[in-house]
Protein backbone atom coordinates (compact mmCIF):
# COMPACT_ATOMS: atom_id res chain seq x y z
CA UNK A 1 0.00 0.00 0.00
CA UNK A 2 1.94 2.92 -1.17
CA UNK A 3 -0.59 5.47 -2.48
CA UNK A 4 -3.86 6.93 -1.08
CA UNK A 5 -6.17 9.41 -1.75
CA UNK A 6 -8.03 10.86 1.05
CA UNK A 7 -11.40 12.90 -0.15
CA UNK A 8 -12.32 15.40 2.73
CA UNK A 9 -9.68 17.84 4.34
CA UNK A 10 -11.91 18.23 8.06
CA UNK A 11 -10.19 16.50 11.29
CA UNK A 12 -11.88 12.63 10.16
CA UNK A 13 -9.53 12.83 6.63
CA UNK A 14 -6.98 14.64 7.32
CA UNK A 15 -6.13 12.52 11.00
CA UNK A 16 -6.97 9.22 8.54
CA UNK A 17 -3.77 11.04 5.77
CA UNK A 18 -1.81 11.76 8.77
CA UNK A 19 -1.87 7.99 10.05
CA UNK A 20 -1.85 6.25 6.55
CA UNK A 21 1.55 8.29 6.32
CA UNK A 22 2.59 6.97 9.71
CA UNK A 23 2.96 3.70 7.87
CA UNK A 24 4.61 4.98 4.65
CA UNK A 25 1.91 5.50 2.56
CA UNK A 26 2.12 8.64 0.18
CA UNK A 27 -1.23 10.50 0.42
CA UNK A 28 -3.04 12.76 -1.38
CA UNK A 29 -6.05 14.69 0.04
CA UNK A 30 -9.02 16.33 -1.90
CA UNK A 31 -11.52 18.60 -0.54
CA UNK A 32 -14.39 21.03 -3.02
CA UNK A 33 -13.97 23.61 -0.54
CA UNK A 34 -10.73 24.16 2.15
CA UNK A 35 -9.26 22.90 4.98
CA UNK A 36 -12.22 22.51 8.03
CA UNK A 37 -14.67 24.01 5.60
CA UNK A 38 -17.44 21.83 6.58
CA UNK A 39 -18.55 20.79 10.54
CA UNK A 40 -14.88 21.08 11.49
CA UNK A 41 -14.20 24.87 11.67
CA UNK A 42 -17.45 26.36 13.92
CA UNK A 43 -18.15 23.46 16.75
CA UNK A 44 -17.17 24.27 20.39
CA UNK A 45 -13.90 21.95 19.89
CA UNK A 46 -14.65 20.00 22.79
CA UNK A 47 -12.69 16.72 23.12
CA UNK A 48 -14.46 15.57 25.90
CA UNK A 49 -14.68 11.36 26.06
CA UNK A 50 -17.01 11.59 28.93
CA UNK A 51 -19.97 13.33 26.70
CA UNK A 52 -19.22 11.47 23.63
CA UNK A 53 -22.22 9.34 24.07
CA UNK A 54 -25.32 8.09 22.08
CA UNK A 55 -27.40 11.16 20.62
CA UNK A 56 -31.13 9.53 20.97
CA UNK A 57 -32.39 8.22 24.09
CA UNK A 58 -35.32 8.29 26.45
CA UNK A 59 -35.65 11.73 27.01
CA UNK A 60 -36.52 12.18 23.26
CA UNK A 61 -39.81 10.88 23.18
CA UNK A 62 -40.73 13.44 25.73
CA UNK A 63 -38.42 16.30 24.77
CA UNK A 64 -38.58 16.01 20.80
CA UNK A 65 -42.70 16.74 20.45
CA UNK A 66 -42.32 19.85 22.40
CA UNK A 67 -39.42 21.13 20.49
CA UNK A 68 -41.51 20.63 17.67
CA UNK A 69 -43.51 23.26 18.95
CA UNK A 70 -41.31 25.83 20.77
CA UNK A 71 -39.62 27.91 18.30
CA UNK A 72 -36.48 28.23 20.61
CA UNK A 73 -35.53 24.70 21.26
CA UNK A 74 -32.36 23.21 20.75
CA UNK A 75 -33.75 20.34 18.43
CA UNK A 76 -35.48 21.92 15.20
CA UNK A 77 -36.99 20.19 12.33
CA UNK A 78 -38.97 21.82 8.99
CA UNK A 79 -42.37 20.93 8.58
CA UNK A 80 -41.98 20.11 4.74
CA UNK A 81 -43.11 16.99 2.98
CA UNK A 82 -39.57 15.14 2.89
CA UNK A 83 -40.03 11.46 2.70
CA UNK A 84 -36.25 10.53 3.68
CA UNK A 85 -36.11 12.61 6.18
CA UNK A 86 -39.09 11.54 8.28
CA UNK A 87 -38.02 7.81 7.46
CA UNK A 88 -34.31 9.28 9.22
CA UNK A 89 -36.11 10.64 12.31
CA UNK A 90 -38.27 7.92 13.06
CA UNK A 91 -35.52 5.15 12.73
CA UNK A 92 -33.51 7.54 14.91
CA UNK A 93 -36.55 7.73 17.24
CA UNK A 94 -36.51 4.43 17.62
CA UNK A 95 -33.60 4.19 19.37
CA UNK A 96 -34.57 6.18 22.13
CA UNK A 97 -34.53 3.09 24.69
CA UNK A 98 -32.66 2.74 27.43
CA UNK A 99 -31.58 -1.00 26.01
CA UNK A 100 -30.35 0.76 22.35
CA UNK A 101 -28.48 3.42 24.69
CA UNK A 102 -26.56 0.89 26.69
CA UNK A 103 -26.05 -0.93 23.09
CA UNK A 104 -24.71 2.10 20.95
CA UNK A 105 -22.43 3.56 24.60
CA UNK A 106 -20.96 0.00 24.94
CA UNK A 107 -19.87 0.42 20.84
CA UNK A 108 -18.72 3.83 21.62
CA UNK A 109 -17.00 3.31 24.90
CA UNK A 110 -13.62 1.54 23.47
CA UNK A 111 -12.56 4.82 20.96
CA UNK A 112 -13.61 7.03 23.66
CA UNK A 113 -11.08 5.71 25.85
CA UNK A 114 -8.42 6.07 23.62
CA UNK A 115 -9.35 9.25 22.04
CA UNK A 116 -7.41 11.86 23.91
CA UNK A 117 -4.04 9.73 23.91
CA UNK A 118 -4.62 10.36 20.27
CA UNK A 119 -4.61 14.08 20.15
CA UNK A 120 -1.32 13.25 22.05
CA UNK A 121 -0.19 10.98 19.50
CA UNK A 122 -0.63 14.20 16.95
CA UNK A 123 1.21 16.42 19.08
CA UNK A 124 4.60 14.11 19.25
CA UNK A 125 4.36 13.92 15.87
CA UNK A 126 4.72 17.43 15.08
CA UNK A 127 1.25 18.77 14.90
CA UNK A 128 2.13 22.43 16.17
CA UNK A 129 -1.74 23.05 17.94
CA UNK A 130 -2.34 22.86 21.41
CA UNK A 131 -5.20 20.78 23.62
CA UNK A 132 -6.61 22.72 26.91
CA UNK A 133 -7.25 21.06 29.90
CA UNK A 134 -10.81 22.02 31.55
CA UNK A 135 -12.77 22.18 33.75
CA UNK A 136 -16.04 22.45 32.18
CA UNK A 137 -18.37 24.30 34.29
CA UNK A 138 -22.44 22.68 33.81
CA UNK A 139 -24.74 24.86 34.94
CA UNK A 140 -28.33 24.55 36.01
CA UNK A 141 -31.39 26.66 36.58
CA UNK A 142 -32.86 24.49 39.37
CA UNK A 143 -31.56 21.21 40.92
CA UNK A 144 -34.69 19.00 38.95
CA UNK A 145 -32.68 20.05 35.27
CA UNK A 146 -29.63 18.26 36.47
CA UNK A 147 -31.13 14.84 36.39
CA UNK A 148 -30.70 14.20 33.18
CA UNK A 149 -27.22 14.91 32.76
CA UNK A 150 -26.18 13.33 35.77
CA UNK A 151 -28.30 9.99 34.60
CA UNK A 152 -26.08 10.34 31.36
CA UNK A 153 -22.69 10.60 33.24
CA UNK A 154 -23.70 7.56 35.30
CA UNK A 155 -24.01 5.57 32.49
CA UNK A 156 -20.78 6.33 31.17
CA UNK A 157 -19.11 5.92 34.07
CA UNK A 158 -20.88 1.81 34.22
CA UNK A 159 -19.79 1.59 30.61
CA UNK A 160 -15.60 1.88 31.87
CA UNK A 161 -14.84 5.62 31.92
CA UNK A 162 -13.39 7.36 34.05
CA UNK A 163 -15.47 10.46 34.35
CA UNK A 164 -14.44 13.00 37.63
CA UNK A 165 -17.20 15.66 38.64
CA UNK A 166 -18.09 17.16 41.34
CA UNK A 167 -20.64 19.64 42.71
CA UNK A 168 -19.40 23.61 43.16
CA UNK A 169 -20.80 25.95 45.50
CA UNK A 170 -19.98 28.98 43.47
CA UNK A 171 -19.64 28.39 39.65
CA UNK A 172 -18.64 32.18 39.26
CA UNK A 173 -15.64 31.63 40.36
CA UNK A 174 -14.30 29.02 37.00
CA UNK A 175 -17.20 30.88 34.71
CA UNK A 176 -17.98 34.17 35.81
CA UNK A 177 -20.00 34.91 32.44
CA UNK A 178 -22.40 32.35 34.34
CA UNK A 179 -25.45 34.69 35.38
CA UNK A 180 -27.28 34.58 38.87
CA UNK A 181 -29.49 32.86 37.28
CA UNK A 182 -27.39 29.55 37.21
CA UNK A 183 -28.23 27.92 40.92
CA UNK A 184 -26.83 24.52 40.49
CA UNK A 185 -23.50 23.78 38.81
CA UNK A 186 -21.05 21.02 38.30
CA UNK A 187 -17.28 20.91 37.76
CA UNK A 188 -16.36 18.22 34.78
CA UNK A 189 -12.66 16.82 34.87
CA UNK A 190 -10.79 14.92 32.49
CA UNK A 191 -11.72 16.04 29.40
CA UNK A 192 -10.13 18.74 27.24
CA UNK A 193 -10.99 21.64 24.46
CA UNK A 194 -9.38 22.84 21.08
CA UNK A 195 -9.95 25.91 18.89
CA UNK A 196 -11.01 23.54 16.22
CA UNK A 197 -10.49 25.47 12.65
CA UNK A 198 -6.89 26.51 13.77
CA UNK A 199 -6.20 23.30 15.09
CA UNK A 200 -7.51 21.17 12.10
CA UNK A 201 -5.27 24.13 9.76
CA UNK A 202 -2.49 22.81 11.71
CA UNK A 203 -3.30 18.71 10.88
CA UNK A 204 -2.89 19.81 7.55
CA UNK A 205 -0.14 21.53 7.49
CA UNK A 206 1.18 18.67 9.42
CA UNK A 207 0.29 16.15 6.71
CA UNK A 208 1.51 18.38 4.12
CA UNK A 209 5.09 18.90 5.46
CA UNK A 210 5.64 15.26 5.79
CA UNK A 211 5.17 15.60 1.68
CA UNK A 212 1.51 15.04 1.62
CA UNK A 213 0.01 16.31 -1.31
CA UNK A 214 -3.18 18.98 -0.54
CA UNK A 215 -5.79 20.05 -3.47
CA UNK A 216 -8.55 22.49 -2.23
CA UNK A 217 -11.11 24.02 -4.23
CA UNK A 218 -11.67 20.26 -6.56
CA UNK A 219 -14.85 18.74 -6.59
CA UNK A 220 -15.08 14.61 -6.41
CA UNK A 221 -17.98 13.44 -8.75
CA UNK A 222 -17.12 10.01 -8.23
CA UNK A 223 -15.08 6.90 -6.98
CA UNK A 224 -14.64 3.99 -8.64
CA UNK A 225 -12.73 0.44 -8.51
CA UNK A 226 -12.50 -0.39 -12.25
CA UNK A 227 -9.04 -2.06 -11.95
CA UNK A 228 -7.53 0.34 -9.80
CA UNK A 229 -9.11 2.66 -6.74
CA UNK A 230 -9.94 5.84 -8.20
CA UNK A 231 -11.81 9.31 -7.92
CA UNK A 232 -13.07 10.80 -10.85
CA UNK A 233 -12.90 15.46 -10.45
CA UNK A 234 -15.65 17.14 -11.87
CA UNK A 235 -13.86 18.72 -14.77
CA UNK A 236 -13.57 14.53 -15.93
CA UNK A 237 -9.81 14.02 -14.51
CA UNK A 238 -9.23 10.50 -12.92
CA UNK A 239 -7.25 10.13 -10.38
CA UNK A 240 -5.93 6.39 -9.48
CA UNK A 241 -4.31 5.12 -6.39
CA UNK A 242 -3.88 1.85 -4.20
CA UNK A 243 -6.73 3.17 -1.79
CA UNK A 244 -9.69 5.79 -1.70
CA UNK A 245 -10.81 7.35 1.55
CA UNK A 246 -14.11 9.28 1.57
CA UNK A 247 -14.72 11.45 4.60
CA UNK A 248 -16.91 14.09 3.67
CA UNK A 249 -18.88 14.03 6.43
CA UNK A 250 -22.72 14.46 5.89
CA UNK A 251 -22.12 14.55 2.26
CA UNK A 252 -20.68 10.67 2.26
CA UNK A 253 -23.65 9.18 0.85
CA UNK A 254 -23.32 11.60 -2.17
CA UNK A 255 -19.95 9.26 -3.35
CA UNK A 256 -20.65 5.70 -0.81
CA UNK A 257 -23.51 5.16 -1.66
CA UNK A 258 -23.29 3.31 -5.04
CA UNK A 259 -20.61 1.42 -3.20
CA UNK A 260 -22.50 -0.12 -0.56
CA UNK A 261 -23.04 2.24 2.16
CA UNK A 262 -26.53 2.43 2.57
CA UNK A 263 -26.75 3.38 6.12
CA UNK A 264 -28.71 7.20 5.92
CA UNK A 265 -26.63 10.14 7.19
CA UNK A 266 -28.55 13.38 7.85
CA UNK A 267 -27.32 16.46 8.28
CA UNK A 268 -27.98 17.69 11.63
CA UNK A 269 -26.79 21.14 11.38
CA UNK A 270 -25.65 22.85 14.07
CA UNK A 271 -24.61 26.65 14.75
CA UNK A 272 -22.00 29.06 16.67
CA UNK A 273 -20.99 32.50 16.82
CA UNK A 274 -18.63 34.26 19.14
CA UNK A 275 -19.20 37.32 21.48
CA UNK A 276 -16.66 39.77 23.55
CA UNK A 277 -16.73 39.19 27.11
CA UNK A 278 -16.34 41.52 30.04
CA UNK A 279 -14.11 38.95 31.70
CA UNK A 280 -11.94 36.95 29.47
CA UNK A 281 -13.11 33.16 29.66
CA UNK A 282 -10.89 30.53 30.79
CA UNK A 283 -13.59 26.97 31.12
CA UNK A 284 -16.04 25.84 28.76
CA UNK A 285 -19.42 25.84 30.08
CA UNK A 286 -21.97 23.43 29.19
CA UNK A 287 -25.92 24.48 29.73
CA UNK A 288 -27.62 21.09 28.93
CA UNK A 289 -31.08 21.69 30.04
CA UNK A 290 -30.58 24.43 26.74
CA UNK A 291 -28.15 22.58 24.79
CA UNK A 292 -25.86 24.96 24.56
CA UNK A 293 -22.19 24.83 25.08
CA UNK A 294 -19.72 27.60 25.28
CA UNK A 295 -15.56 27.75 24.39
CA UNK A 296 -13.04 30.32 25.12
CA UNK A 297 -11.96 31.12 21.26
CA UNK A 298 -9.51 33.83 20.26
CA UNK A 299 -9.87 36.20 22.86
CA UNK A 300 -13.55 35.71 22.43
CA UNK A 301 -16.34 32.94 23.98
CA UNK A 302 -17.77 30.99 21.14
CA UNK A 303 -21.52 29.81 21.68
CA UNK A 304 -22.66 26.87 20.47
CA UNK A 305 -25.77 24.67 19.78
CA UNK A 306 -28.73 23.38 18.13
CA UNK A 307 -29.43 20.00 16.47
CA UNK A 308 -31.40 21.09 13.02
CA UNK A 309 -32.30 18.41 10.56
CA UNK A 310 -32.55 19.89 7.32
CA UNK A 311 -30.23 19.59 3.91
CA UNK A 312 -26.71 20.07 4.51
CA UNK A 313 -26.50 22.55 1.63
CA UNK A 314 -29.14 24.85 2.80
CA UNK A 315 -28.53 27.96 3.86
CA UNK A 316 -27.90 29.75 7.14
CA UNK A 317 -31.15 29.78 8.87
CA UNK A 318 -30.75 33.30 11.05
CA UNK A 319 -33.76 32.19 13.00
CA UNK A 320 -31.96 29.24 14.89
CA UNK A 321 -29.25 31.58 15.79
CA UNK A 322 -31.69 33.82 17.64
CA UNK A 323 -32.94 30.99 19.29
CA UNK A 324 -29.48 30.13 20.75
CA UNK A 325 -29.72 33.84 22.07
CA UNK A 326 -33.03 33.73 23.23
CA UNK A 327 -32.20 30.58 25.29
CA UNK A 328 -28.72 32.11 26.49
CA UNK A 329 -29.95 35.56 27.27
CA UNK A 330 -31.10 34.91 31.24
CA UNK A 331 -27.81 32.58 31.83
CA UNK A 332 -24.88 34.18 30.41
CA UNK A 333 -23.46 37.73 31.41
CA UNK A 334 -21.04 40.01 31.03
CA UNK A 335 -21.64 40.03 27.12
CA UNK A 336 -23.53 41.69 24.55
CA UNK A 337 -25.27 38.68 22.92
CA UNK A 338 -26.55 41.41 20.20
CA UNK A 339 -23.00 41.92 18.56
CA UNK A 340 -22.31 38.70 17.65
CA UNK A 341 -19.16 38.00 15.07
CA UNK A 342 -18.49 34.88 13.32
CA UNK A 343 -21.73 33.70 12.92
CA UNK A 344 -21.68 29.95 11.52
CA UNK A 345 -23.69 26.79 10.68
CA UNK A 346 -22.14 23.89 10.28
CA UNK A 347 -23.43 20.17 8.79
CA UNK A 348 -23.09 17.03 11.54
CA UNK A 349 -23.26 13.64 9.73
CA UNK A 350 -25.96 11.79 12.24
CA UNK A 351 -26.65 7.91 11.88
CA UNK A 352 -30.11 6.62 12.50
CA UNK A 353 -28.07 4.10 15.02
CA UNK A 354 -25.69 6.93 16.69
CA UNK A 355 -22.66 4.72 15.56
CA UNK A 356 -20.33 6.20 13.06
CA UNK A 357 -19.43 4.53 9.65
CA UNK A 358 -15.60 3.36 9.45
CA UNK A 359 -14.15 0.64 7.37
CA UNK A 360 -14.22 -0.89 4.13
CA UNK A 361 -17.06 -0.73 1.24
CA UNK A 362 -18.18 -3.47 -1.37
CA UNK A 363 -15.66 -1.97 -3.88
CA UNK A 364 -12.06 -3.00 -3.32
CA UNK A 365 -9.88 -0.53 -1.84
CA UNK A 366 -12.54 2.06 -1.38
CA UNK A 367 -13.17 3.11 2.85
CA UNK A 368 -15.73 5.42 4.45
CA UNK A 369 -14.98 7.35 7.83
CA UNK A 370 -17.77 9.66 8.89
CA UNK A 371 -21.26 9.47 10.49
CA UNK A 372 -19.72 10.68 13.99
CA UNK A 373 -22.65 13.02 14.00
CA UNK A 374 -21.58 15.29 16.95
CA UNK A 375 -18.50 13.63 17.52
CA UNK A 376 -16.22 13.87 14.73
CA UNK A 377 -13.76 16.50 15.99
CA UNK A 378 -12.95 14.33 19.34
CA UNK A 379 -13.04 10.44 17.73
CA UNK A 380 -11.19 12.03 14.41
CA UNK A 381 -7.16 11.12 15.19
CA UNK A 382 -8.44 7.65 17.01
CA UNK A 383 -10.92 7.27 13.78
CA UNK A 384 -7.80 7.81 11.52
CA UNK A 385 -5.49 6.06 13.17
CA UNK A 386 -7.89 2.48 13.29
CA UNK A 387 -8.69 2.86 9.71
CA UNK A 388 -5.40 3.54 8.43
CA UNK A 389 -4.60 0.49 10.19
CA UNK A 390 -7.22 -1.39 8.96
CA UNK A 391 -6.02 -0.18 5.29
CA UNK A 392 -2.87 -1.02 5.16
CA UNK A 393 -2.94 -4.61 7.29
CA UNK A 394 -6.46 -5.31 6.17
CA UNK A 395 -7.09 -6.40 9.72
CA UNK A 396 -10.21 -4.52 11.68
CA UNK A 397 -9.54 -3.87 15.07
CA UNK A 398 -12.43 -4.41 17.29
CA UNK A 399 -12.36 -0.98 18.48
CA UNK A 400 -13.79 0.08 14.77
CA UNK A 401 -15.66 -3.52 14.75
CA UNK A 402 -19.09 -1.84 15.53
CA UNK A 403 -18.65 0.97 13.26
CA UNK A 404 -19.09 -1.77 10.17
CA UNK A 405 -20.40 0.67 7.22
CA UNK A 406 -22.23 -2.10 5.33
CA UNK A 407 -24.51 -2.57 8.48
Not at 210 to 226: E, N
Request: hydrophobic share 40%; aromatic share 6%; proline share 7%.
Amino acid sequence: MVRSIVVGAGMVGLATAWHLQEHGVEVTVIDRTGVAAGSSWGNAGWLTPGKTIPLADPSLWTYGPRALIDPDAALHVPFRVDAGLWSFLARFASHGTRGAWDRTMAALTPIDRMALECFDELTAGGVHAETREGPFVIGFTEEAHSKGFLREIDGVIRHGQDVPIEHLENPRELAPQLSDAVKVAYRLDGQRFIEPGPYVQALADAVTARGGKLQTGVAVSSVDSAGQPSVTLADGERMTADSVVIATGAWLPQLARRLGVTVRVQAGRGYSFTVDTDEPARHPVYLPFQRIACTPYQGRLRIAGTMEFRNADEPVQSRRIQAIVNQARTLLTGMDLDDRHDEWVGSRPVTPDGLPLVGATRTPGVYVAGGHGMWGIVLGPATGKMLAERIVTGKTDPVIAPFNPLR
